[in-house]
């Protein structure tokens, strides 16, 4: 079995054309990333209704502020229950090291 040793013009060639493939295909992905997203957008996040006067205007603000008040005093809950809990784990860390020292002093008998 020879093998023949492919010319630099050749690889040059191949190359080439291997970088041409893999840069559409990398366009092709980001036209459905594209596409995806904006089919998850107009899923997910309807547009806007403008309110039309003032009074539906300070409305939408209320509204607003009643569901970041809604956030704020859930994300505070959470930070607590993470607090405690970190709090009893490191309680519970140390215990458990003081039950695995070994005494520092031996006594001679």
Not at 26 to 52: D, F, N, Q, V
């Amino acid at each position: 079995y020879i093998r023949k040793k492919m010319s630099s013009s050749r690889k040059h060639h191949l190359k080439s054309l291997m970088l041409s493939i893999a840069k559409d295909l990398l366009e092709e992905e980001e036209i459905e990333r594209e596409e995806e997203r904006g089919r998850y957008m107009a899923e997910s996040c309807p547009p806007p209704s403008l309110p039309r006067s003032m009074q539906e205007l300070q409305e939408l603000c209320r509204e607003i502020h009643r569901k970041i008040d809604k956030t704020d005093e859930e994300r505070y809950d959470l930070e607590m229950k993470v607090n405690k809990t970190n709090k009893e784990v490191n309680d519970t860390e140390q215990i458990n090291l003081l039950y695995s020292a070994k005494p520092l002093i031996t006594f001679m008998f």
